[in-house]
């Protein structure tokens, strides 16, 4: 399958979006950004023309052709399975494509989602949670994850460079997102060496740096 005409719904500090920008770039598949700014004049996902393409209102929404695909997870699964690219990013055997998955779900379903922008939005909206607190919150959360993430890293000392094996996976492409928010809220990493070190392996990779917050069309200037 050609992949003319990808286009990706994203916005620069989404970690949800930077999951899949790297998931494109590991796959080698070109793509334009076509941004949607989360806090800018109420939230430009909020406009009616956004809520056409995506009920939820949330980033990333990739479009392939006429395909509309929403949700991360389902969107690197689908670019995955579709496209050879340059890399598969879950593994040849059921059982490790069991691990990588589970890894992934740790980020994508447990951390992220409580600690993402509309549930910040809402502790300082219906609770008055000053940012102090909203900083605790997103702690103590990632904290959490990032426990269990390191103990399970260390139930499989052959890994290699990456969370599973010597090329980066779904896992990988997750953990690094959510380690860009770790240090962002100010979280201590040296609890989490193995965290650490596959974080600092897989930003030296190209694919990995092209999809940093920072290095995006709609990055505010440094």
Request: charged content about 25%; overall charge negative; some cysteine.
């Amino acid at each position: 399958m050609s992949a003319d005409g990808l286009r990706l719904y994203s916005y620069w500090r989404s970690s949800a979006a930077y999951r899949v920008r790297i998931a494109l770039n590991l796959k080698g598949l070109p793509y334009e950004i076509l941004p949607v700014h989360l806090t800018a004049g109420g939230g430009q996902q909020h406009a009616p023309e956004y809520h056409q393409v995506n009920p939820q209102e949330l980033v990333p929404t990739l479009l392939d052709g006429g395909r509309v695909i929403r949700q991360s997870m389902a969107i690197i699964e689908y670019l995955d399975e579709s496209y050879d690219g340059e890399l598969k990013l879950l593994p040849p055997t059921a059982r490790d494509r069991a691990r990588v998955r589970a890894l992934a779900q740790l980020v994508a379903c447990d951390i992220h989602p409580i600690n993402n922008l509309r549930v910040l939005q809402y502790l300082e909206r219906e609770f008055n949670a000053p940012e102090v607190e909203r900083e605790r919150w997103s702690r103590h959360w990632i904290a959490e994850g990032f426990r269990a993430f390191e103990s399970l890293l260390a139930e499989n000392p052959s890994t290699g460079q990456f969370c599973e094996g010597d090329d980066p996976s779904l896992a990988d492409v997750c953990l690094v997102p959510q380690v860009y928010n770790a240090r962002r809220w100010g979280l201590d990493l040296n609890p989490y060496p193995t965290i650490v070190r596959i974080d600092e392996e897989c930003r030296r990779l190209p694919a990995f740096d092209r999809a940093r917050p920072e290095n995006q069309p709609d990055a505010p200037p440094a």
